[in-house]
């Protein structure tokens, strides 16, 4: 179990700039990878994008090239700077940790998220 928070949301003109930051406390080290989700109003949540312990990260088709995602190991930290922002990139944006522990015959899993925050791009 590790307990996820979130930072940086906020109101942002259109092509602006925001960086969300997640810090996660408990067991850091069996997390495999982070990410962000987000979840726009009347619509399901949706992958943005995420990051392995290694560093391999993966985007949506439509953040690609506006957005980056970044671990800090370390400390169990992650950030998506958020560039270029669009008015439908206005949304409540989740933090995510998949973790994994306990021996290969039997490995236990859990996903873990934080409460969101709020991300809103308007002229």
Excluded at 27 to 43: E, L, N, T, V
Aim: aromatic share 8%; with cysteine.
């Amino acid at each position: 179990q590790v307990t996820l928070v979130e930072s940086g949301g906020g109101l942002v003109r259109p092509g602006g700039s925001l960086r969300l930051s997640c810090v996660a406390s408990g067991r850091i080290r069996s997390i495999d990878a982070m990410g962000w989700y987000r979840q726009p109003p009347g619509k399901e949540r949706e992958l943005v994008a995420s990051i392995t312990s290694r560093g391999n990260a993966n985007y949506a088709d439509y953040v690609k090239g506006r957005f980056t995602i970044s671990m800090e190991n370390a400390k169990g930290t992650v950030h998506l700077q958020m560039n270029s922002l669009k008015p439908e990139d206005t949304a409540v944006y989740f933090c995510n940790a998949d973790q994994s522990w306990g021996p290969v015959e039997k490995v236990y899993k859990h996903q873990s998220w934080g409460q969101g925050t709020q991300v809103t791009v308007s002229s």
